[in-house]
C-alpha cells in the first residue's frame, strides 16, 4: 500500500465506516464474541450477523460504540413478506439496531413494484429499525438497479446496500449510481469483495457511507503496518 492511500484511509476515518461482518453459517459464540470485541477494539461502525446471535451480541456489546446489525431473508430475498417481517421483528425486539434486508429480486424483475416497495415499507413502519434493503445488483441490469433504488428509497429504507456477497460483489460504478439516484437522503452501503484498502477507500470516495466486509481486521492492521513501516 502505498503512503497516498495510507493517508486518505486515516482522512476519512476508514474504520468508523466499516460494518464487521460474519455470516460463516458454522460460526459460533466463541467466534461472535471475538467479532465483537474486535468491533470495540477498532471503533468499527457495526458488527453484521444471522438473527440467532442478536441478542449474544447485544450483551457483549452493551454500552458500547457498535451497533449491532442483521440480515433478513438472507440471502436470496425469496421467503414470504410475512416470514421477512416476522423475522425483522423478532430482530428489533432482540435488540438489533440496523436490519440488511434482501428485496424480493424476482417482483422487482416481473415489474412488481407495489410488492417490493410494500415489504419494506412494512417492515419499516413496524419495526422503527433503520433498514437497509439489499439490492444485488450484480444481477440487476441499470434500469433495474434504478428502479430497486428509487422504489427501497419510497419505502423508507435508510440504505441501499449493493449485494450480498453471495452473487458478486460491490463496484465502484453501482454506487456511484446508487448515490446519484439517492443524493443527499440515503446512505449507501458497499457489500461483497472488499478486501483491502485501496478497494474501501474508492469505494467511500465514490459515495459509500458503509462498508460490509468480514476483511476489516486486516485492512485496518495493513494501515498499522504500513505506519510502523514509516516509524
Keep these: 500500500m502505498n503512503h497516498d492511500s495510507a493517508n486518505r484511509a486515516q482522512a476519512i476515518d476508514l474504520a468508523s465506516h466499516i460494518d464487521h461482518t460474519l455470516l460463516a453459517p458454522a460460526a459460533g459464540e466463541p467466534q461472535i464474541a471475538q467479532l465483537c470485541e474486535q468491533a470495540d477494539q477498532y471503533r468499527f461502525a457495526a458488527v453484521c450477523i444471522y438473527p440467532v446471535h442478536v441478542p449474544f451480541a447485544v450483551e457483549r456489546l452493551h454500552g458500547r460504540k457498535p451497533h449491532v446489525c442483521t440480515v433478513v431473508g438472507f440471502p436470496s430475498g425469496a421467503t414470504t413478506a410475512r416470514v421477512k417481517l416476522y423475522e425483522a421483528q423478532e430482530a428489533a425486539e432482540n435488540g438489533a439496531d440496523e436490519l440488511d434486508v434482501v ?82 437522503r440515503i446512505g449507501i452501503k458497499a457489500s461483497g469483495g472488499i478486501r483491502n484498502v485501496e478497494q474501501a477507500i474508492a469505494l467511500i470516495e465514490a459515495g459509500a457511507n458503509r462498508l460490509g466486509t468480514s476483511r476489516g481486521v486486516e485492512i485496518l492492521r495493513s494501515l498499522e503496518d504500513d505506519n510502523d513501516d514509516e516509524d
Design 103 to 184: 428485496i424480493n429480486l424476482s417482483w422487482l424483475k416481473a415489474g412488481d413494484t407495489t410488492r417490493v416497495h410494500d415489504e419494506i415499507a412494512q417492515i419499516v413502519e413496524l419495526t422503527g429499525v433503520p433498514v437497509k434493503a439489499i439490492l444485488e445488483t450484480s444481477l440487476l441490469n441499470p434500469a433495474e438497479k434504478r428502479l430497486a433504488a428509487e422504489v427501497c428509497l419510497d419505502a423508507g429504507a435508510r440504505f441501499l446496500k449493493t449485494s450480498t456477497g453471495w452473487q458478486g460483489g460491490a463496484t465502484v460504478e453501482d454506487v456511484k449510481l446508487l448515490r446519484q439516484i439517492g443524493g443527499d
